[in-house]
């Protein structure tokens, strides 16, 4: 859950960014302003939040799976 966060605080970043360079003349400075830090801040948290669901969700096997290879080893036995 953590990298899928993560990658949509990246997405956001880059929609910030993109939408800094696109707005016109009147109001370039004052976006710019607010969207070019916003989108240093959202891409910070993003790459920490993927980097750290990489390495932290790792796929765990479920409570129904052990139970039943413990079941198969009892029966193999």
């Known amino acids: 859950m953590r990298s899928l966060?993560?990658?949509?605080?990246?997405?956001?970043?880059?929609?910030?960014?993109?939408h800094s360079l696109m707005i016109q003349f009147p109001n370039h400075l004052f976006?710019?302003?607010?969207?070019?830090?916003s989108s240093a801040v959202l891409l910070f948290f993003g790459v920490s939040l993927l980097i750290w669901g990489v390495l932290t969700d790792g796929r765990q096997p479920s409570e129904s799976s052990r139970s039943d290879s413990d079941a198969s080893r009892e029966v193999n036995s």
Request: aromatic share 4%; net charge negative; hydrophobic share 70%.
């Open 5 to 18: 966060a993560g990658a949509v605080l990246i997405a956001a970043a880059e929609q910030a960014f993109a």
């Open 31 to 37: 976006a710019s302003e607010v969207l070019l830090p």
